[in-house]
Structures are given as C-alpha cells and as structure tokens.
T-cell receptor, first 113, second 113 residues
Framework: DTGVSQNPRHKITKRGQNVTFRCDPI?????LYWYRQTLGQGPEFLTY????????KSRLLSDRFSAERPKGSFSTLEIQRTEQGDSAMYLC???????????FGSGTRLTVV | AQTVTQSQPEMSVQEAETVTLSCTYD???????LFWYKQPPSRQMILVIR??????QNATENRFSVNFQKAAKSFSLKISDSQLGDAAMYFC??????????FGGGTRLMVKP
C-alpha cells in the first residue's frame, strides 16, 4: 500500500479558472476527508465521505466548491471560478470509520494568480 | 464547537535537550481523542502520538510523551533528547465520535545543533 496519494502536487491557475484535485485513499479505508491549510496555519476541515456518501460539509465550503467520491474509492475536489483567497494547501486524509487513525496525503498546493 | 489552541507560535531547543509544546482545547464531551502531528517541510502530516481521553495514563512513544490534564483541558507534548530531524511544525488536534479532526494553529520547532 502506497498510502494516501494526491494529484497534482502543485497547481497554478489564473483567477476565474476551474481546478480539480484528486485524492486516492488507502484502499481499505472507507472514510475520506478534505482539509484546507493556509500558510502558517493549522488545517481546517472542509468535508468528509463515508464510502460514497458525503456526510458533513464545513461552512468554509462555499457553493464554488464541490467534492465527490463516486465509487467510494478516490475523491475529487473541484473549485469553480477560483479566487486569490483560494490559494492554500489542500490536504486529503483517510481512515476506517470509528477508528481514530488518520493517514494524510502530501497535499496539493494551489496558487491563484 | 470544539477549539484547539497552541499558544507558542515558535519554540527552539538545543540538540539532545528536552522541549515541551503546549496545547489547550475546549469541549463539552467526555470521550474524545487528542493527537500530536508533525508536519516537516515535505508537508505530509505524520502522527506523533495519540491519547484517548478515558485513559488516565499519559501516552508515550519512544522520545515523545504527553502530559494530559483532562480537568484543565491541557495536552502538552514533551520531546526528549531532541534531534535535528525533529524540526518541523507540530499540530495538536482533537477528535470525537470518529469524525473530523480539529487542529490548533501549530508550533514551529527549531532544533539547534
């Protein structure tokens, strides 16, 4: 098992463009989490899935953000009409439900210019 | 809502010495988990140590130990025999009911040779 994989590692986009990130969790993990981390701050929760069901969304997740986990395996996070304030590291983590062991990916760093 | 506070933005320690990182949290729950994560410049969040709130005994992992004071809602991390590889951002985090993690703002640890 190669752990949690996130692609791309870096993304530079122009303001107003759409971007999509992918997260491949540990295969046997049924929960998948997305966090956003701005420079010098701790990660902030965005949303999480159990299998294909999106169980919770943070108020940080505006209507420009959408996340999917269509087959309960990998997940995508899309940001539409990007703004400079979206520049951050987007972290993915996975776990087994009700098991407090989380494995994080290396993140996708988004820069909006 | 649960909050996690790390009051030390930066800490410095001499190699081979001991350092303690502070964390306080606020919750109305009685059963929860507390974590310390390390985030080196390579970005991947790595679990250092985990404490279950119903366990009175402080968790220990090799050179890392915690001082868990449930009544005071305090959860500090002690690193003994500090090594150059310990230099990183350290995040305290809270979780209950197996859902998302709530992180503190982080402490940057510098290790001087």
């Amino acid at each position: 098992d190669t752990g949690v994989s996130q692609n791309p590692r870096h993304k530079i986009t122009k303001r107003g463009q759409n971007v999509t990130f992918r997260c491949d969790p540990i295969s046997e993990h049924n929960r998948l989490y997305w966090y956003r981390q701005t420079l010098g701050q701790g990660p902030e929760f965005l949303t999480y899935f159990q299998n294909e069901a999106q169980l919770e969304k943070s108020r940080l997740l505006s209507d420009r953000f959408s996340a999917e986990r269509p087959k309960g395996s990998f997940s995508t996070l899309e940001i539409q009409r990007t703004e400079q304030g979206d520049s951050a590291m987007y972290l993915c983590a996975s776990s087994l439900a009700y098991k407090e062991h989380y494995t994080f990916g290396s993140g996708t760093r988004l820069t909006v210019v | 809502a649960q909050t996690v506070t790390q009051s030390q933005p930066e800490m410095s320690v001499q190699e081979a010495e001991t350092v303690t990182l502070s964390c306080t949290y606020d919750t109305s729950e009685s059963d929860y988990y507390l974590f310390w994560y390390k985030q080196p410049p390579s970005r991947q969040m790595i679990l250092v140590i985990r404490q279950e709130a119903y366990k009175q005994q402080n968790a220990t992992e090799n050179r890392f130990s915690v001082n868990f004071q449930k009544a005071a809602k305090s959860f500090s991390l002690k690193i003994s025999d500090s090594q150059l590889g310990d230099a990183a951002m350290y995040f305290c985090a809270y979780n209950n009911a197996g859902n998302m993690l709530t992180f503190g703002g982080g402490t940057r640890l510098m290790v001087k040779p």
